[in-house]
């Protein structure tokens, strides 16, 4: 009997410390995660981790608060310019898949579709909204936009803005919002071949500058076109995405020494 109470008192002392390590092992690991979270913060438009804050949310985003070429600005001084060159639309119609990524909704097209300016090809990488508008027009604002994003072959990034009004239907978003994704990180694709160019004005006359990307990072050196005639889109168009995004716009930016330019 002694035999096995020693035996059983030594299996205590044992299992103390093992017991002891495995709580601490947790406890790390938890605290890892939690650090790992931490430093994976996503980033939101409003709050703690909004747009005022970009900048201490990863070092590799201060650019949002001291860069000189931030975007939206506020396109209410502009010089025309006739020497400017033309956007030479070449989208093509296809299946369109769609994300919804908890900033807004993404829209990739096949590949094939693309802008030349002045001789310069960019390539149509995806398309997404934005409620409002982030572009400001004279200290105005839209009801929605959309902003076409695009590549050259040697990594230049080219945005393309179209401000959106409620008004008559947009039959390109009807085909789209007919896979609308609803939840973060729910994807969709249309069913019908639906062409982006459906989601440009007739008139395409534009005001250009140098600016950024709209959300972290930040990034500097991309050249802005907003069309100057927007499109329209319906009431249930504009509220079946704002009812998703209340508000997913970035606050216009200092202009400091930039200047806006406009085509005929």
């Known amino acids: 009997m002694n035999r096995w109470l ?8 044992f299992a103390a410390p093992v017991a002891q390590a495995k709580k601490k092992q947790a406890a790390a690991q938890t605290a890892g995660a939690a650090q790992t979270q931490t430093q ?7 709050g703690p981790y909004g747009a005022l804050r970009w900048d ?12 000189k070429q931030q975007s939206p600005i506020n396109i209410h001084k502009v010089r025309l310019n006739k020497s400017l060159p033309p956007l030479e639309f070449h989208y093509m119609s296809g299946p369109m898949k769609l994300v919804n990524d908890g900033h807004t909704v993404r829209v990739t097209p096949p590949d094939g579709s693309y802008l030349t300016v002045g001789g310069t090809r960019y390539d149509l990488v995806e398309f997404h909204f934005h ?4 572009e400001v027009i004279g200290g105005q604002l ?18 393309v803005a179209v401000e959106m009004n409620e008004g008559d239907a947009n039959t390109i978003l009807a085909g789209l919002w007919e896979q609308l994704p609803k939840t973060t990180g729910a994807s969709g ?8 160019d459906g989601l440009l004005p007739t008139d395409r006359g534009y005001w250009t500058y140098a600016g950024s990307l709209t959300e972290p990072p930040c990034t500097e050196g991309v050249q802005w076109y907003v069309l100057q005639q927007p499109i329209t889109l319906s009431r249930w168009q504009l509220n079946a995405f704002a009812a998703l995004f209340q508000r997913n716009d970035r606050p216009d930016q200092p202009a400091h020494s930039r200047r806006v330019y406009a085509s005929e």
């Open 6 to 13: 020693a035996l059983a008192a030594l299996a205590l002392c």
């Open 40 to 46: 994976t913060q996503t980033w939101t438009y409003d």
């Open 56 to 67: 201490k949310l990863n070092p590799d985003w201060r650019v949002c608060a001291t860069g």
């Open 131 to 134: 409620h409002p508008g982030e």
């Open 142 to 159: 839209s009801d929605m936009s959309v902003q076409f994003v695009h590549r050259s072959a040697q990594g230049k990034t080219l945005i």
């Open 189 to 196: 694709a249309t069913k019908l071949m639906l062409n982006p």
